[in-house]
């Protein structure tokens, strides 16, 4: 039997979605206890730091997971297939959220300046994701600064299509940038 998610958990994994949806600043910890159904009193029990506390712990978790799953994928599927998967996640993360839902770090980073720490993790995230990606470029046989460049530009492309899909409420501009993608990476490797 899998045991039960503690309060604590639900709060962090409510934390990424409601974020990941709204926004850092639109999030008040009563909307997180709400989510997750905690107790009112847990959250500062849980996170005696508060919202600072809450966010930068949601942004490292949420980002670590999406790192397992670039890694799993890179393993699995090598660069290109790796980077297909993420984009066909994040298309179906989309479509299932009426274009909601978009990356769990992203507006961390982009609204983070009241929370230094969350910001810190948004960027090792990013940062981690880019290595994992850079590594499986290399071990493929790209020179290691050319397989650095293109693992981040091929991230920033997959975030700006995010943002370009939500704003837009279509999946075009993940489309294009998975063709683009496949066209690069079929001509480098």
């Known amino acids: 039997m899998g045991r039960r998610s503690t309060a604590r958990e ?7 979605a409601l974020v990941r949806a709204k926004g850092v600043e639109a999030v008040g910890l009563t909307d997180v206890v709400t989510h997750a ?6 959250i500062y029990h849980h996170f005696p730091g508060g919202k600072p506390q809450l966010v930068e712990e949601s942004t490292r978790r949420a980002g670590a997971l999406m790192g397992s799953r ?10 290109a297939g790796a980077l297909m998967g993420i984009v066909e996640f994040f298309r179906q993360q989309l479509r299932a959220s009426d274009f909601n839902d978009g990356c769990p770090i992203a507006p961390t980073a982009l609204e983070g300046a009241a929370y230094p720490g969350a910001r810190a993790a948004a960027a090792e995230s990013f940062q981690s994701w880019t290595d994992s990606i850079a590594t499986a470029l290399w071990q493929a046989g790209l020179p290691r600064e050319r397989a650095r460049s293109v693992s981040t530009m091929a991230l920033a492309s997959i975030e700006g299509a995010l943002i370009l899909a939500k704003a837009q409420r279509s999946t075009e501009p993940l489309d294009q940038i998975a063709d683009e993608l496949t066209r690069l990476l079929d001509s480098l490797t």
């Open 10 to 16: 639900d709060m962090l994994n409510s934390a990424i």
């Open 37 to 42: 159904q905690a107790p009112r009193g847990s």
């Open 70 to 79: 670039i890694s799993a994928a890179l393993v699995e599927l090598g660069p």
